[in-house]
């Protein structure tokens, strides 16, 4: 367990951050192409690692992106990201997309993603992080759920493992 | 279980796709932007989707994207994707990034992934889609480690429901 | 004036939107484009201007753009913008760009621009919007300094007339 | 005032540059993107200003952009820059953009803005360039025109700032 | 032949356009991207033979594509492209490309390239389009080597059809 | 003729390289731009360069390029590019694209073209590459087509040189 000084969620998070859709973000059946988005959270994931870490991170996984329904032409996506829990050098950073419709205000749930994120040192080798402080019930929430997901991914790639014998 | 006859994972898979890394792929540490990878993939597992079903897919999952290794300036991408297994009308994709040095022939392992998409009859509603059939042991390996992973995934779910209550 | 009720600023406002530089952003002094920026700035205002008046809205006029200081590789920049004022159809959205260290926290003052918006009817007629309703010290300052930029640039415009004859 | 020699307004100017609209140009309104009209400006204007000073310029400033027109799809814009007038190191470059029916040759105009540049030397400081020898009406108009819009802005910002005193 | 009145090359040429090379216009060896290039020339060359035309016209193909010297960052490219002749519905295309170092003035050659562009009328099927009525000693010269281009074109066909019997 | 031992065609080739056409590959006519087919084939055909030659490689010409019809949306693409032939340091490569319909299996010939590329050594200079061994029927005929391509474009240089005499 790192011996640094906790921080809260807040200091890294990125909340409601704005993407107006235009025609050039669509795919072949003219809804948002999912991989931007993909490609969206992962640039802003990044943002959240190295606030909370103060160090240079890399991206080590991506688990559960759920596509939820699709976003449309003339939708505004607002990115939500945290951290939800470290272990050592690696941090889970939790992503939601939604659409905003910015005449009606109304929005809808589009995806969300789990992103394991590394922070290294001057020499590229992994360096502990800050232990995150959750302050929120639904910050609290996340930091358990975060455990859960990472033993079923050890879990998952036992059985396979030895399935594959 | 669909009645349609089986199509072999041959008949839809995607080898040795070849993307030459440019300056403009690069992301803030001089490493090929994942995001953009992770892009790319989805747009090719759209295709393999598209192909093995006959319909319009959409994403609605990735699971299990590792990050093995980073690209780098002058590499080239070998994207391999082909179709593990189907239920109903979902299929998994798996994916398999390398980085060629086309000097020498050289390769390393990037990335891997799982993409699940979902077939659509003309309402957009979901459709059944052909059953695949693995004839090489990697393709059986795979189309039994597809279960693994769908089982693992459902346990999480459940998992992190019971404990929010 | 508008008979609508009022919206405060922070209704519509965005709030320190986080945007990681990457080599693709450079010009060909190795700083960041300054045009991409203003586009950033633009698809941005877009959204507090539509967010404020309900309706579709439109670009007529940017003003006094400044470059304060070059952005650079690895900064990560925060965008924040808030609509100003209102004059019948029209609204005044100011925008400050800084440009954080995402390790040192450090941030640095990088542009200010002031962007107008039209709002339409379906028609694609002008169309009253609700007043801006300031609510701290800050909005304040900017709604009243709107007017004097306001003033300021309908005299220049009548003095440049003049001058043409 | 620069002892360097003057050059003439047509030494550095862009006439009627020419670009093809393409649906990825376009906003969430299906009209031409402002935001890409405004960084082609800024890129351009670089060039007039670098070939004016013959030295690195960086844009310090943009002023009075008026969108008169959208742009649709199909349109060939043109592109017209040239330099207003020079002091000191700071030059002013008008920038005015129509929109081309490659068809009939009818032209629509679209927008006009002004950037100023500052010329950098080999230390980033800035530099003197040659002063600007307007030859044509229209240039002697825009020479004189240059310096009520500077007088302008110095004066808005002197208001605003006693007004915040 | 068609009987429609003739239209001098200057009506429709593209001259010194201008174009200043970004670091993301790069290729794996940090030189500018030929294929992007290319690509720029066929839009603009769209744009000569829509004007010259007065109709839709779309690439039918293109020829002795010559790589003189390769463009470098800071470059400012420089691209002049000009109706050489026609042949009912097809009309030839040169494009030349310099690269300009602004700071000094001196230009290098980079590409030649020569496009066959097709009229079409409003069903898509080819209409004939205007002669082209070249002016200057160069647009004589460039109007008798596009002949001898196409000779050299249909002989070289044939010679490979015969060799494949 | 180079000493170096021969290699095979398929040692190099892009068979079916996928690319799914998005609406932001469009152009104004809503086809899609052939100037980005022609830098797709550029950028793929550089990979089979590099691999054969085992050198930095560089685009020398294209030649005969030609459209057989438009790519639509919704189609997806399919490269196919392979060595043709050598002469000394330089290597013609020929490129073929299809579309593909994914729901059907349908494909079209959209464009074929053949692209020079030249070997260069680590001080810049061209560098022999092996000989292709072509071998399959399909591959003889490609080999020997592409010494005719080239004679043809030797005789159509040397009789403009001697026109513009």
Redesign the interface.
């Known amino acids: 367990m790192s011996e640094k000084p906790g921080k809260p969620v807040a200091a890294s998070a990125?909340?409601k951050?704005?993407y107006?859709?235009?025609?050039?973000?669509?795919?072949?059946?003219?809804?948002v192409?999912?991989?931007?988005i993909?490609?969206?959270?992962?640039?802003?994931a990044?943002?959240v690692a190295?606030?909370h870490s103060?160090?240079?991170c890399?991206?080590?996984?991506?688990?559960?992106?759920?596509?939820r329904a699709?976003a449309k032409?003339?939708d505004?996506l607002l990115f939500n990201l945290s951290l939800n829990r470290s272990w050592g050098s690696s941090m889970e950073i939790g992503a939601r997309v939604e659409a905003e419709n910015?005449?009606?205000?109304e929005t809808r749930h589009i995806l969300s993603?789990f992103f394991t994120f590394v922070a290294l040192d001057e020499n590229g080798r992994p360096v502990d992080v800050p232990p995150v402080i959750p302050e929120t019930r639904d910050q609290v929430?996340r930091f358990?759920?975060a455990e859960?997901?990472r033993e079923?991914?050890l879990?998952?790639r036992d059985?396979?493992s030895r399935?594959?014998g």
Do not use: Q, W
């Open positions: 990125i909340d951050h704005v107006k859709v235009f025609p050039n973000d669509m795919n072949s059946h003219n809804t192409f999912g991989g931007m993909m490609a969206k959270c992962d640039r802003l990044l943002v190295e606030r103060a160090h240079v890399v991206t080590a996984a991506v688990d559960s992106i759920h596509f699709p032409g003339n505004t910015s005449y009606t205000g993603a929430r358990e759920s859960i997901r079923g991914r879990r998952t059985e396979i399935a594959n």
